[in-house]
Each structure stands twice: as structure tokens, then as C-alpha cells.
């Protein structure tokens, strides 16, 4: 019995030992997380699951290292099991959602943000990015992608061009000193900021006091060149800001100047704080304002994007955040202010394809929307630091999309000129425009793309993307339908793909001439005046409209009288129709024949008729034996 208890004792004594240093490991863990040492954080978390404990916990806080490492792919993996426990906060839902989004499983995204809406938080944005469908961002802005010369195997991005100087931010180790010095985040070496001449792929630290032992980038250079703006960690003058109250240090705005070509005289922008990260500067067209990125108090979560006038003596307007429109409960970055006033940034806060995706909007209109500029330069995974050249659809933009050199590589790309499909749409019997057809465009899985009604010159236009391939479908009353493809490809060095229709018209003489009935007195042939106006459509029409079309005339009885009298009656009738249209000026020829039926084809078939039903039954009737 004593060496029960003493068993028991020495177990209990080792599983408090055991806990404790779980407990030691957790708490670890917990510290690299929130150092932003991720992949250090990822092994402690991975080991306390192997031992399994605090597993749910532990499970979700590797898929949201996963996360903050840009790698959805594991981040899935560790969600789905953290979601099977039912007691996990809702916010997970949401970020396994987001994690899907990136492994393209949209389908499964959407239902894990309807299970996060059903909480209630957050709820118009979920509700919004719920009501878009990943096919409505195929049709969008047309880009053809080229790869540069100058990715390292570390991460690159934000390249920006100014006056023939092309400026990247880079992990690669030719900076500062730094080679036993990495960033804990990602485990590569802090970022600075390299310039490459034109026509030159050597790649050379910037000159001057921009680079640090800390972070640099991105940045944007004043029209005159004078004055580059560029964020850095806080440090100044070679010595470390106050930290943040987690030890992190955060991100500030510094405003440099060009002395020959070398960048020194390093100021601090008088919105900076201790407090939270500023950076991502762009500025607009006429340089007077300063657009930049934040995580200041009074946001929308997360980081949002701002604008602060630039006045005359180094003196700044106060920020003013772009609003709710632009800003979401997650993250907003990379503002890039285009000459025509579009803002191009990057968002994981409004719908898109994957993690972070490239999206503009027209700051000049007031109800312009924000919209996803669409593949190719959007992916499942991040994009970002879109820039283009002044005065060219040229530019860069950076992705971690797979098959890069690095962690972040940048991409050229040309913003092709919007593609005009055009034409117009005819009457292939006499080749007369034909106003008011329809014409659907619609996507290669059939969705409708547009809907065109032609103009009274049979025209029509829409704007579409390069290199598809869209079914198109033309109607109108009078015609027969036409169905067809059109294909956009091979067109890069076009603005307009011209796409004619022409249209069959239906083989309907009377709705052609828009006549009604050539309606007779009982038990006569003689042509009513009635009957004579709509003739005389008839005769326009054969006459104007088409020329070489070719009828029959076949005339009929009510059943009043015998067979033999109401076949000669309708003969009668059928031969005063044709003298008619002969007299009035259409050759003989053209009426292929005129034969009478009698009371054979009733329009109304009855036996008892009344005076109504007996009218209708005495007609003249026309169809077409050729069109042309």
C-alpha cells in the first residue's frame, strides 16, 4: 500500500512537472506569436499539439500563423480541425473562410461566412461579400503580364519608376550590414530600398541615409524630384523609436531629400506616432496630397487608408480617413494614386479571389464603387504595391503567387486599352440596318455579360476583355434568332473587334408587312377597300423592302355552298388578289402562284358557325417561296 501511494505520489509530482512545462511552452509560443516571430511560433505550437494540449486553442493559433505567413494552404488545415469544436469564437469561422478563399474553394468560403454572419458581427460586410460571385471579377481591366529581371531569392515588391531610376524594396542581403540580422516574421534578411538605372538590371542600394538596419519601404518621389517619401521602422538618426506596448516597433513616414542624387536630410512627418504604424506613401497627380496607410485609433479595423494635405513650409493638413466605401473591418494597404484619379490599393476586407487583391476606384465620382481589377493580376494569394508609369500603361505590381524566385516577387504588366467589340446588324436579304435588335453577350459559362439594343443605324458596341471567347446571340421580332461566337484573342494590338450580324427575316408575309387579313363579302371576289390598304402594304413591301421576294396566294371560302362552288369561288378571289398586286406594280413572276381551297382550311373550324366565324374563314392568305 505504501508503494501504491508513493507510485501515485511520484505520478502526480511528474505530471505537475509535465504541465508546467507546457504551460512554459505555451506561454513561449504565445510571446513569439505576438513578437510577429511566426515561424518560430509555428514549431512551439506544432510541438504542444504533439502533446496534446490546449489543442483547439493551439490549432487555431497555427492557422493563424499560417495566415499572417501567407500560407492558406496549412492555414485550412489546422481551421478545419480548430472549427470542430463548437465552443471555438465565431471570428474563426470568419478566418477559415478567408484561409478557403486562398485555396480557391469558394464554394466552402461562402458557407463558413454565412456561419460566421448568423453571429451577427460585422454582418453588411459579410452580407456584401456574400452577394459577389468570383465570376463577376473575370470581365475586368485587360493586363498582359511580363516577368523582370531584377527578384531576388528573397522577397521583393513596391517597384516605383521616376525619371528613368526604377526604386524596389528588398529583403536581399546587399543593404546595410546586416547578414546575421533577419526579420523574425519571415526569417529573411529587413527590407531596403534598391535602385536600377534605365536600361540597367544592376541592382544597387539607394544612395544616402535612407537604408537602416531596420526596415525601409515603400516610397514615392515628388514630380520635381526633390523630396522622397518612404516609411521606415522608428528609428532616426541611428538610434531605435520607443517601442510599442507589445515590444514591437512600428512603422513611420520620413520625408527625404536629394543632395546630387544622394537622399539625406531626414525628416519624421508630423503625423507619426508611437502609437501605431503609418506607411505606403503615394501622392496624387499635383502632389499636394499624401496618401498613406494606418492603423491610427477611430478606424475600421485593422489598417486603413488615409490622405493628408501637403502644405507650403513642410506643414501637413490633419489625416482624414477615405471612409467606409474604401475602408473595411480588416486590412486596407498599398494606396497607389493613378494621374486620371483612380485609387488602385490592396484589400483582404472586400471580395475577391484570394487573400490580398489589387482594387480601384474613381476618388473624382462620388458614386463610383470599388471594384476588383480582376485576373490576371489578381490570385488566390496576396497582390499588392500596384504602380504604374506616368504617362504608359506600364507597371509593376507584386505577388507571392506560386512560381516566383522569392517569398514576394514583382511583376511587370501592360494595361492594354479597353477592348471595343462593335458591329452592325443587318437584314441579310437586302442588307438594311436593323435598329432596335438585342444583341446578349454572355460569358464562356453562359452567364449574361451585357444586353445592347442597336441604335436606329443597327450598331451596337460593349466593352470586353482580351483573349475570351463569349457566345452572342442577336433577335428581333421580325427576324429569325442568330447565335454565334465571338472571340477575343490574339487582339493586343487592336482597340476594336468588329463583329457584323446579319439577321434571316422570318418567312411571315403578313407580319412582315404588317397586314391583317384580306378579308371578302359572302359570296363575292371583288377586293374591298379594306382589303385594298392592306394590299398596298403588301405591294410596299415587296416593292421597297425586298425586291426579290417571291409569294403564293392562297384564297378561301366559308362552308357555306357546295364543295365545287367554293373551290371556284376561291379561285375567284385568289385571282383578284393576284390582278391587284399585278395592277399595282409587281411582275407576274414574283407571284409564284394564286389557287383556291375552298372551304378545305377554315381559319375557324365549325359546324354551326356564327356571322363572325364565317367572315374570318373568307380570306385571301399569303406565304413566301423565296427571299432573295
Known amino acids: 500500500m505504501k508503494n501504491f501511494n508513493y507510485l501515485i505520489l511520484l505520478l502526480f509530482i511528474g505530471n505537475s512537472f509535465m504541465a508546467s512545462a507546457q504551460n512554459g511552452k505555451q506561454k513561449k509560443a504565445d510571446r513569439l506569436y505576438q513578437d510577429l516571430a511566426y515561424i518560430e511560433a509555428v514549431d512551439v505550437y506544432k510541438e504542444l499539439i504533439e502533446k496534446d494540449f490546449n489543442t483547439t486553442y493551439n490549432q487555431s493559433k497555427l492557422g493563424d500563423s499560417y495566415l499572417k505567413l501567407s500560407s492558406p494552404e496549412n492555414a485550412v488545415f489546422y481551421y478545419a480541425e480548430a472549427v470542430k469544436d463548437t465552443s471555438i469564437s465565431p471570428e474563426y469561422y470568419f478566418k477559415y473562410a478567408q484561409a478557403l478563399r486562398g485555396v480557391k474553394r469558394y464554394d466552402e468560403s461562402k458557407e463558413w461566412l454565412k456561419k460566421y454572419s448568423t453571429a451577427g458581427k460585422n454582418k453588411a460586410e459579410v452580407d456584401e461579400l456574400l452577394s459577389k460571385d468570383i465570376a463577376d471579377f473575370k470581365i475586368k481591366d485587360n493586363y498582359t503580364l511580363d516577368k523582370v529581371a531584377f527578384n531576388s531569392g528573397y522577397s521583393d515588391f513596391g517597384a516605383y519608376e521616376h525619371d528613368g531610376v526604377t526604386y524596389i524594396v528588398s529583403a536581399r542581403d546587399g543593404g546595410m550590414s546586416k547578414k546575421n540580422k533577419v526579420y523574425s516574421w519571415n526569417g529573411e534578411p529587413f527590407l531596403d530600398i534598391y535602385q536600377l538605372g534605365a536600361n540597367s538590371e544592376t541592382v544597387s542600394s539607394v544612395a544616402g541615409d535612407i537604408n537602416t538596419v531596420l526596415h525601409e519601404g515603400p516610397l514615392a518621389i515628388t514630380k520635381d524630384g526633390k523630396y522622397m517619401y518612404f516609411t521606415r521602422n522608428n528609428y532616426l538618426n541611428n538610434k531605435e523609436g520607443k517601442k510599442l506596448k507589445d515590444e514591437t516597433n512600428n512603422l513611420k513616414l520620413y520625408r527625404a531629400t536629394n543632395n546630387n542624387n544622394s537622399w539625406g536630410d531626414i525628416m519624421e512627418l508630423p503625423f507619426n506616432d508611437n502609437g501605431y504604424s503609418v506607411g505606403n506613401p503615394s501622392l496624387s497627380s499635383d502632389g499636394t496630397i499624401l496618401y498613406f496607410v494606418s492603423d491610427m ?160 443605324d443597327g450598331n451596337y458596341e460593349q466593352e470586353i476583355n482580351r483573349n475570351m471567347k463569349y457566345p452572342i446571340e442577336a433577335k428581333h421580332i421580325e427576324y429569325k434568332e442568330m447565335t454565334g461566337l465571338v472571340d477575343s484573342n490574339n487582339t493586343d494590338d487592336v482597340e476594336e473587334l468588329i463583329y457584323n450580324i446579319q439577321l434571316d427575316p422570318i418567312e411571315d408575309v403578313e407580319y412582315l408587312a404588317e397586314i391583317n387579313n384580306i378579308y371578302f363579302d359572302f359570296d363575292k371576289s371583288n377586293i374591298r377597300p379594306d382589303a385594298a390598304k392592306e394590299l398596298d402594304k403588301l405591294v410596299n413591301l415587296m416593292t421597297g423592302k425586298y425586291p426579290d421576294l417571291v409569294i403564293k396566294i392562297g384564297s378561301h371560302t366559308d362552308k357555306r355552298g357546295s364543295d365545287q362552288y367554293n373551290v371556284g369561288l376561291a379561285e375567284r378571289r385568289a385571282i383578284s388578289t393576284y390582278d391587284y398586286l399585278v395592277a399595282n406594280g409587281i411582275a407576274p413572276e414574283r407571284i409564284n402562284a394564286h389557287e383556291g381551297f375552298g372551304e378545305r382550311e377554315p381559319a375557324i373550324a365549325c359546324d354551326l358557325c356564327s356571322k363572325k366565324e364565317h367572315q374570318l374563314n373568307r380570306r385571301s392568305m399569303f406565304s413566301v417561296v423565296k427571299m432573295k
Open 297 to 456: 485609433p477611430n478606424g475600421f479595423g485593422g489598417a486603413d487608408l488615409y490622405k493628408v494635405e501637403i502644405m507650403e513650409n513642410n506643414m501637413f493638413g490633419n489625416p482624414v480617413n477615405l471612409g467606409t466605401k474604401i475602408n473595411t473591418s480588416l486590412d486596407e494597404s498599398f494606396p497607389f494614386m493613378a494621374k486620371d484619379s483612380i485609387l488602385y490599393f490592396s484589400s483582404n476586407g472586400h471580395a475577391g479571389f484570394g487573400l490580398m487583391d489589387i482594387f480601384k476606384v474613381d476618388l473624382s465620382k462620388e458614386a463610383s464603387e470599388v471594384t476588383n481589377i480582376g485576373e490576371p493580376i489578381n490570385s488566390n494569394l496576396d497582390d499588392f504595391a500596384y504602380f504604374q508609369k506616368e504617362e504608359s500603361n506600364l507597371g509593376y505590381f507584386a505577388s507571392n503567387r506560386a512560381g516566383g524566385s522569392g517569398s514576394d516577387d514583382i511583376y511587370g504588366f501592360n494595361l492594354l486599352k479597353i477592348l471595343i467589340l462593335k458591329g452592325q446588324v443587318t437584314d441579310k436579304v437586302n442588307g438594311d440596318p436593323i435598329p432596335n435588335a438585342t444583341v446578349r453577350l454572355f460569358t464562356p459559362d453562359n452567364k449574361q455579360l451585357a444586353f445592347i439594343e442597336t441604335d436606329i
